[in-house]
């Protein structure tokens, strides 16, 4: 069965910088699109940034593009967001997701998800 958790959330000040990892297991994600995902408290889940298996295209939320940025590591089955230059209004749940086709940033379209990691960020 696969799964994906994620980790190295935390807390840490404005303009600080926090990297989150995501490991999967139980299946090869070699030849899926990877991504990230938020949500804050009363919002609904958004997209942050995605990379596909082939030719490793990026994609990026505005609200995000040019601080954080995205990674994989196909044979170790990872996912990784490097953000800097943090912001509060980046507090929110990080959930890292996969799906077996091209780059999108729809939610109902990511079918593996892990259970999130807290980032919070203070002024």
């Known amino acids: 069965q696969a799964q994906m958790v994620e980790s190295g959330g935390g807390s840490v000040q404005a303009g600080g910088s926090l990297r989150l990892s995501c490991a999967a297991s139980?299946?090869?994600?070699?030849?899926?699109?990877m991504g990230w995902f938020r949500q804050a408290p009363g919002k609904e889940r958004e997209f942050v940034a995605a990379?596909?298996?082939?030719?490793?295209?990026?994609d990026y939320a505005d609200s995000v593009k040019g601080r954080f940025t995205i990674s994989r590591d196909n044979p170790e089955n990872t996912v990784s967001l490097q953000m800097n230059s943090l912001k509060p209004e980046d507090t929110a749940v990080y959930y890292c997701?996969?799906?077996?086709?091209?780059?999108?940033?729809?939610?109902?379209?990511?079918?593996?998800w892990g259970p999130g990691t807290q980032v919070t960020v203070s002024s």
């Open positions: 990379m596909s298996w082939r030719r490793f295209v990026t």
């Open positions: 139980g299946r090869t994600f070699s030849r899926s699109t």
């Open positions: 997701a996969a799906r077996d086709g091209l780059l999108s940033r729809a939610v109902n379209e990511y079918d593996f």
